[in-house]
Nanobody, 117 residues
Framework: QVQIAESGGGLVQPGASLRLSCTTS????????INWYRQQPDKQRERVAS???????DYADSVKGRFNVSTDNWKTTIFLDMTDLKPEDTAIYFC???????????WGRGTQVIVSS
């Protein structure tokens, strides 16, 4: 059973930084990709960052240069480092993992990020 859990959300001021964590019950090498999505009120869920099996990363234009994806040494946790946060980054952030070999998707329950002065 694949388990995914996000943590690290909170209330921060504009311009601040925050690190989100996504912990999986398998190593990241079991997944085609691990992705961060966010959902803002009254908007569709959007993908903001991805890490592929090879380690290649990809970012939405809205967060490029401010968000960075990395992993821990044990390769079971994906971090989303967010810097220069803006009020429009306020959302529930979800971790999504696409498992090998059949491409099944798994989601965490999300962690709330609020950027407000």
């Amino acid at each position: 059973q694949v388990q995914i859990a996000e943590s690290g959300g909170g209330l921060v001021q504009p311009g601040a930084s925050l690190r989100l964590s996504c912990t999986t019950s398998y190593t990241i090498f079991s997944f085609y990709s691990i992705n961060w999505y966010r959902q803002q009120p009254d908007k569709q869920r959007e993908r903001v960052a991805s890490r592929g099996l090879t380690g290649a990363t990809d970012y939405a234009d809205s967060v490029k240069g401010r968000f960075n994806v990395s992993t821990d040494n044990w390769k079971t946790t994906i971090f989303l480092d967010m810097t220069d946060l803006k009020p429009e980054d306020t959302a529930i952030y979800f971790c999504n993992a696409v498992k090998m070999p059949w491409g099944q998707e798994y989601w965490g329950r999300g962690t709330q990020v609020i950027v407000s002065s």
